[in-house]
């Protein structure tokens, strides 16, 4: 997992959990952090599997879901100094989002947010560092839900969002919100401040260790490319303006590969479809397969539920509750 990194301040919740509990759990958590810059800043950053670790040694002694939420309820936009103080100053709610997804890399390296909008909805996923670790499913699901929790204090307002999706098994992670919740101002939005802290944003970036973003670019050119057709390596790498050993070799980096980028982009784009009324065959064709059966088959690989098992689920619940399998 070369490369991955996140911000320092990302362990001041985890630790206030570890030392309010006490005893083992909280020596143990302090330990396996580690010594962290002081002051700890966005500027910092450490390897991501000393994050990891932490969230393992929670999980293993409270479980997953109540680790989530007691870390939740100790998190907060001014831990993350400028960059929270910048979603809370945005113009509206998709302002927010937007800054959110473009200076992810001040909050990680490696992992992050993508925005998508349509007509009725904005969707918020969460792309988590590609990795073995047995601390990544818990945190990924903290992400999710700590972005809900984000979203209303900015808001100030109890949002309820149309789908909050934590599937560990297809690596799907998202938080579906109505449209219109993205025209919502955010309580302190002052155009002095927000440009300040933009340019300060932008200004810290430019001080962290490059990183070309490749997860977020090969994203958007697999969504662009899975058109009536399965893209390859080669075909996306031409988009890039690379070679498909770059390509790879790139992703790499940032903890991922090809195949598993590229059957994320499809499976988001099946239930986006599969959503929308489209048919089971006409997903398949969409995306680029030559019959329904190899569809049917992939599908039900990422999810463990067939397309139509997707589809009924969706019209029987128009809000689809929280998946932790």
């Not at 006490?22 to 952090?33: F, S, Y």
């Not at 297809?170 to 802290?197: E, P």
């Not at 992703?251 to 499809?266: C, E, I, K, P």
Request: some cysteine.
């Amino acid at each position: 997992m070369s490369g991955a990194t996140v911000t320092s301040l990302a362990f001041a919740p985890l630790l206030r959990v570890a030392r309010a509990a006490g005893g083992v759990l909280g020596r143990r958590v302090v330990n396996v952090a580690g010594p962290l810059p002081d002051p700890a800043s966005l500027q910092e950053h450490v390897p991501v599997e000393r994050y990891l670790d932490c969230w393992s040694a929670l999980e293993s002694s409270l479980g997953g879901q109540v680790a989530v939420d007691a870390v939740v309820a100790q998190s907060n936009l001014a831990d993350l100094e400028i960059f929270g103080f910048l979603a809370t100053t945005a113009v509206d709610l998709n302002a927010a989002f937007t800054r959110i997804a473009a200076v992810r890399v001040l909050w990680a390296v490696g992992a992050g947010w993508s925005v998508v909008r349509d007509e009725q909805s904005v969707t918020l996923r969460y792309h988590p560092w590609a990795t073995a670790h047995p601390g990544s499913d818990v945190a990924s699901a903290f992400a999710v839900t700590d972005m809900l929790r984000s979203i209303r204090q900015i808001a100030g307002a109890d949002v309820q969002p149309l789908a909050l999706v934590i599937d560990h098994e297809s690596c799907t992670y998202r938080l579906t919100l109505d449209v219109d919740i993205g025209a919502r101002k955010a309580l302190q939005f002052d155009d002095r401040l927000h440009d300040f802290f933009v340019r300060e944003c932008e200004a810290l970036i430019t001080r962290l260790p490059t990183s070309d973003d490749w997860l977020a670019r090969t994203t958007a050119a697999l969504a662009r490319a899975h058109a009536g057709t399965i893209p390859t390596a080669a075909l996306v790498a031409r988009q890039l303006a690379v070679s498909p050993r770059t390509l790879r070799r790139r992703l790499a980096d940032n903890g991922t590969t090809f195949g598993q980028l590229r059957s994320s982009v499809a499976l988001e784009l099946a239930q986006a479809y599969l959503a929308r009324g489209l048919s089971t065959a006409e997903t398949a064709y969409a995306l680029g397969y030559a019959e329904p059966r190899a569809f049917f088959r992939a599908f039900k690989g990422w999810t463990g539920s067939t397309p139509r098992q997707f589809a009924d689920a969706l019209r029987a619940s128009p809000a689809t509750t929280p998946s932790t399998r």
